[in-house]
């Protein structure tokens, strides 16, 4: 298929949402699908997000996006982000009735209430509820966000799983020495991800525990914590072997959020065979309980001292069902494309549109109209009530 995906996520951004669609299109082409991809580093005017400079937001794309719509011409349309445009592209859609699918990757009203305690959260699941309206299918990650979002009013609600590079992030990283920890003193406690306030590592780093606490990553909230918590270790962007080595070194990762609605990280941690400890929020609870890979509880310190007990080999084990081929074919069986008959029909009468268009930006300007001439002095004039 020709597939157009629009995301207001991508690289340079390093998060969940940029990770799994950069993988989901590899996976794709290499099952011979073919892209267009809609984001935000293409010469769009953009402006920082409020207190998240690294994350820009593209405005006044719709009629860029509507234009590459019809030059792609594609068999789906998928939107993966709630943002300006994402947006644009639902318009789009809406305005040629061409369906589409949408994702929701993060419990976004309770990410901007962490960020703008003014915002209360009914006020974003009306924004993100209408954004998900129409969409053929809103594909989530797990059972328990599936369950939360027909709570509120969502329809057409699909499972799309995760996967884990399980050749990347490999338990034969761990080294004798701690590798990466080679100084610190054990056990290891790790966070790994966007430093910012919706990913709740403050209270990882209040939690009474043994051994080190280590953060890898950065975002807005960094200097602040790092100031606040200068028993613990920052060690700022970490990628490729550096980043699992990291979590093959560690002995247990944490994973304290209650925005994300899965957690890529925690799969990544366990296929290097480190258990996970988190909240019994959606991601942890659909992945982690009765696994023997890590453990939730309401109490933090208590699911890190538990994770600290269980196998790394179970946690590895459990890692390897997952797979990104089986994301990418899941993520293809909940497009919505025409069927080829209509299809052809839609496309046939776009064409000529799209004709139009071009033979009205192609049109000369009109001629100005000639000036007036003043009548000859020898041309009798018209009475002004001639009689009938």
């Not at 950069?22 to 010469?43: D, F, M, Y």
């Not at 209408?130 to 499972?159: C, D, P, W």
């Not at 994973?255 to 994300?260: N, Q, R």
Request: proline share 8%; charged share 25%; hydrophobic share 40%.
């Amino acid at each position: 298929m020709r597939i157009m995906l629009v995301t207001d996520a991508w690289e340079p951004q390093v998060n969940g949402v940029v990770r799994t669609m950069k993988r989901v299109v590899t996976e794709c082409q290499a099952l011979g699908h073919s892209w267009e991809i809609v984001q935000p580093n293409e010469g769009f005017k953009t402006i920082p997000l409020p207190t998240y400079s690294e994350i820009q937001l593209a405005f006044g794309a719709d009629s860029i996006i509507e234009e590459r719509f019809l030059e792609f011409e594609p068999d789906a349309v998928h939107i993966a982000t709630e943002g300006p445009l994402g947006w644009a592209a639902r318009g789009v859609c809406l305005k040629h009735k061409f369906p589409y699918t949408t994702s929701y990757h993060t419990r976004f009203p309770e990410y901007v209430a962490a960020r703008f305690w003014f915002l209360p959260t009914w006020l974003g699941y009306m924004y993100v509820r209408e954004f998900h309206k129409y969409s053929g299918r809103v594909m989530v990650a797990t059972q328990s966000m599936r369950e939360e979002l027909e709570a509120r009013g969502f329809k057409n609600i699909a499972a799309w799983s995760r996967g884990v590079d399980t050749e990347l992030f490999h338990p034969s990283l761990r080294a004798a020495d701690k590798g990466p920890f080679k100084d610190l003193q054990g056990p290891i406690f790790l966070y790994v991800g966007r430093v910012a306030v919706e990913k709740n590592i403050s209270t990882f780093l209040e939690t009474d525990l043994p051994g080190t606490k280590v953060v890898v990553g950065e975002g807005p909230q960094l200097e602040a914590l790092r100031e606040k918590h200068t028993d613990a270790i920052f060690l700022g962007s970490k990628f490729g072997e550096e980043l699992a080595a990291c979590f093959a070194n560690a002995d247990v990762f944490v994973f304290p959020s209650l925005t994300d609605t899965f957690g890529l990280v925690i799969l990544e941690a366990m296929a290097a065979g480190t258990p996970v400890a988190a909240f019994p929020a959606p991601g942890p609870r659909d992945l982690i309980p009765g696994t023997g890979a890590g453990a939730v509880s309401e109490d933090l310190r208590t699911a890190c001292l538990e994770a600290l007990t269980m196998s790394r080999e179970t946690a590895r084990a459990y890692a390897e069902t997952y797979s990104w081929r089986a994301c990418a074919e899941q993520f293809v069986n909940n497009l919505e494309p025409l069927p080829v008959p209509e299809r052809r029909r839609f496309w046939r009468r776009l064409a000529r549109l799209r004709n139009a268009i071009r033979i009205r930006r192609r049109k000369p300007p009109a001629l100005p109209a000639p000036e007036s001439v003043a009548p000859d002095d020898t041309t009798p004039a018209e009475p002004a009530n001639p009689k009938i």
